[in-house]
């Protein structure tokens, strides 16, 4: 690197040591800060959510996130380092997200990561947003049987993945269109049901009938991929049809039965995949794992398989610090760290 390169070579750790790592994330619309000893320790993890800011405009306004992020960092690292009773001179490393994301977002903590490793001469970790949400099961059960199959199921992502332990995954589908988050927030906004969408047509759906609407579940063959765009359409030309002939929507039935489509589909891979892969667990990752109808309905299915379901709780599922900093650590033990070179990368893929 030149001029500038990094001397922490002599610094780093190995797995009998303790390593205490502050990650950061900023990839949307929380800002946030934790402090990890060994990894699976959470020492503290603050975040700072401006959905509240975002509510009015129906989504995430990246212009108005990135301004905010960069308002709130500095005193989210501060209260997180203070609560985890941590200088900044104990520190081992410093991870932030790179990707994927909204681009503003992730250069906040980028840059402020950067800074961290260069003023403290500690090694940089960039980590994939999506792999976080992961390891994010990892921290209350970190005896986790493995091989295992995960779901990770967010706002922009859908992928089924198999872990034969946890320094490696292959992924086995993914969505071919919008992501399951994705097309439960499209139809919260189009129902007028609020934001974010997955929390408010989960909401709705608790007083509908799920078998009031029978839309269809895309059928995909022998793949593991998914794809919701579809069902997206079915529900708006119900909608459309029924407003056309005069007839009122209950926007509870209608919630509830695309609930009941997407959960489905979401099952049924994992059922296929239980059944080919010979795996102890199953898990689930990322802010629509937080769905409880999900849970049941996968709870349920994979009983007669003698599977242990996990899933991490609320605060976990939601994008938080914490969840980056485990990821991190797996980084920081095979040496995988970044160079201060690293850009963001809004459509970093797993
Ligand atoms: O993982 P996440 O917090 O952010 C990223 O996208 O990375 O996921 C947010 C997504 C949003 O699309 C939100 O509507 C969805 O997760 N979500 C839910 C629920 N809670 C959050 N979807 C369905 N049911 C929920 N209870
Ligand atoms: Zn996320």
């Not at 390593?19 to 603050?46: F, Q, W």
């Not at 030309?237 to 039965?257: C, F, H, P, T, W």
Request: glycine share 8%.
């Amino acid at each position: 690197m030149g001029v500038g390169k990094l001397k922490f070579e002599d610094k780093i750790k190995n797995e009998t040591e303790d390593i205490y790592i502050l990650a950061l994330e900023s990839s949307c619309d929380e800002t946030a800060a934790s402090v990890n000893k060994n990894g699976l320790e959470v020492l503290s993890n603050v975040v700072s959510s401006q959905v509240d800011l975002h509510k009015k405009f129906g989504g995430v306004v990246p212009e108005i996130a990135s301004r905010k992020h960069l308002e709130l960092l500095l005193p989210v690292i501060d209260q997180a380092l203070e609560e985890a009773g941590i200088r900044f001179e104990d520190l081992d490393a410093v991870a932030s997200t790179y990707g994927p994301g909204l681009v503003g977002g992730l250069l906040v903590t980028l840059t402020a990561a950067k800074t961290i490793s260069f003023s403290l001469n500690i090694p940089l970790i960039g980590v994939n947003h999506i792999a976080g949400h992961i390891y994010a099961n990892f921290i209350e059960n970190p005896d986790i049987e493995k091989p295992l199959i995960c779901l990770t199921i967010s706002g922009g992502h859908t992928d089924l993945l198999y872990f034969e332990n946890l320094r490696g995954y292959k992924i086995l589908g993914r969505t071919l269109d919008d992501a399951a988050g994705e097309a439960f927030d499209k139809i919260s906004r189009f129902l007028e049901l609020g934001y974010p969408g997955g929390p408010a047509v989960e909401k709705a759906a608790r007083s509908g009938d799920k078998t009031a609407i029978d839309f269809p579940r895309a059928d995909l063959g022998d793949s593991y991929n998914f794809s919701f765009s579809g069902l997206k359409t079915s529900v708006m030309n119900y909608v459309n049809n029924e407003e056309q002939r005069g007839n009122e929507i209950d926007k509870n039935d209608l919630s509830a039965s695309f609930q009941e489509a997407v959960v489905d589909s979401l099952a049924s891979n994992i059922i296929k995949a239980v059944k080919e892969y010979d795996v102890k667990s199953v898990v689930l990752s990322g802010g629509v794992a937080a769905n409880q109808r999900l849970r049941e309905v996968i709870s349920e299915r994979i009983e007669k398989y003698n599977l242990d379901l996990y899933y991490p709780k609320l605060e976990l599922c939601t994008d938080n610090a914490a969840m980056i900093g485990v990821a991190a650590y797996y980084q920081y033990l095979e040496h995988d760290f970044a160079p201060l070179s690293i850009s963001a990368d809004p459509a970093l893929k797993l």
